[in-house]
């Protein structure tokens, strides 16, 4: 058999796997993100069945779905929306950089993976999973509820804190020097200060460029557009998905939206391949020995994520049931988290281990997310009937 038919056959058996994987997923009101990891793990180096031919499209196809997730992420927020959320949520989101990241560091020091171990592992703990939270809110009809906007407000400030670390981590991957370091941080700080400049005063400007009425037309330019100001970034250092993310918050108004109802089906088919194809870079003997480590890990940072979200909405003066939703919503990690470790993986700079552990940490973090946001209102309710039988619920 030719190489091409090879890939093809590879390409085409992956692809339907991942849709019988999406729909058991469905079927069970999660997400499709632990499934498509294991189903990765399963046909990668050390998997059940080692798929050779389909590996570089794989790569290719997944940075794709990194640029596309973080595009249609930026096409969610207006430049005003960003900085009231900023304004908003700053205090929250120091809290919860402290409280989540340091699990993760610590473990990474205790592993003895270093400081740019450290680093890594504090970006898969910290960051919350936008799209995983938005649509458990959505299902559980709770975007109308007083904390959905603390809970929004803090995954605004985590995502323009992404802003900035991801060009730190890339260049402290890279190995650059504290000077140059510097020279990356102050660019990524200028970049995102004038594309929210842009964004506010200019942004219709931007949004008629890739606008039209052409559906083909509007889509290889949005494509185009998201691509080249990905790849400039990354000639810069300032790491491909914030390019695309920050590409996003300059398009408005209805361009946006009818943006992200045409990106919205292509970026599901990248971004499950780009889960994948983590999965099948991650030799899946290097996950038990870091399993129980994952496990603390969880644990850890379901309480942390918890307390942070609780802590946010009490500030506002929400009662006790609002604090433990908006708390509980925030606890899922997806996509971001792996995106941190496959850049931290695919440069070569961290352990092999660490993908092992970013793997079972998001397994599990991905399933108790939405399951933790589910039961949280029984439990709540439970505890406070027990404690006062007369205590409001509300």
């Avoid at 400030?157 to 990356?184: C, K, N, Q, R, W």
């Amino acid at each position: 058999m030719n190489e091409t038919a090879l890939a093809l056959i590879e390409l085409g058996a992956v692809l339907f796997a991942l849709g019988m994987l999406g729909r058991v997923a469905a079927r069970f009101g999660m997400s499709p993100i632990p499934l498509y990891l294991l189903g990765g793990l399963a046909f990668g180096q050390g998997g059940l069945v080692e798929l050779g031919a389909a590996n570089e499209f794989g790569h290719i196809a997944g940075e794709i779905g990194v640029v596309l997730l973080l595009l249609l992420l930026g096409l969610e927020y207006t430049a005003a929306e960003l900085v009231t959320g900023l304004r908003r949520s700053w205090a929250a989101g120091l809290v919860d950089i402290v409280a989540n990241a340091t699990p993760g560091a610590v473990v990474a020091l205790i592993l003895g993976w270093g400081m740019t171990g450290a680093i890594t592992l504090a970006g898969v703990t910290y960051i919350s999973s936008s799209g995983i939270v938005a649509k458990v809110l959505n299902d559980l009809g709770r975007l109308g509820n007083r904390e959905t906007p603390v809970i929004l407000s803090i995954l605004v400030f985590e995502d323009l804190a992404m802003a900035m670390y991801l060009p730190i981590l890339t260049a402290i991957l890279a190995g650059t020097s504290f000077l140059s370091g510097l020279t990356v941080l102050g660019l990524a700080l200028a970049t995102v200060t004038v594309v929210l400049v842009v964004a506010l005063r200019y942004g219709r400007y931007v949004s008629a460029i890739v606008d039209s009425a052409d559906r083909e037309v509007f889509l290889l330019k949005l494509l185009g557009a998201a691509l080249l100001v990905a790849g400039l970034a990354s000639a810069l250092n300032v790491s491909a998905a914030v390019g695309a993310f920050l590409l996003g918050i300059a398009i408005s108004g209805s361009t946006a939206h009818e943006a992200t109802k045409l990106l919205e089906p292509i970026r599901d088919l990248f971004a499950a391949i780009f889960f994948v194809a983590f999965g099948l870079s991650t030799d899946p003997s290097v996950i038990p020995p870091v399993l129980g480590w994952a496990i603390l890990l969880a644990v850890v940072t379901m309480v942390t994520k918890v307390a942070t979200g609780w802590w946010a909405a009490s500030r506002q003066g929400i009662r006790r049931m609002g604090r433990a939703r908006a708390g509980a919503a925030l606890v899922a990690r997806g996509e971001f988290s792996i995106v941190i470790a496959g850049l931290a993986v695919g440069m070569g700079a961290v352990a092999g281990e660490l993908a092992g552990l970013a793997s079972a940490y998001v397994l599990l973090m991905a399933v108790l997310g939405p399951i933790a946001a589910r039961v949280v209102e029984p439990v709540i309710g439970l505890v406070q009937r027990r404690l006062s039988p007369a205590a409001s619920t509300g």
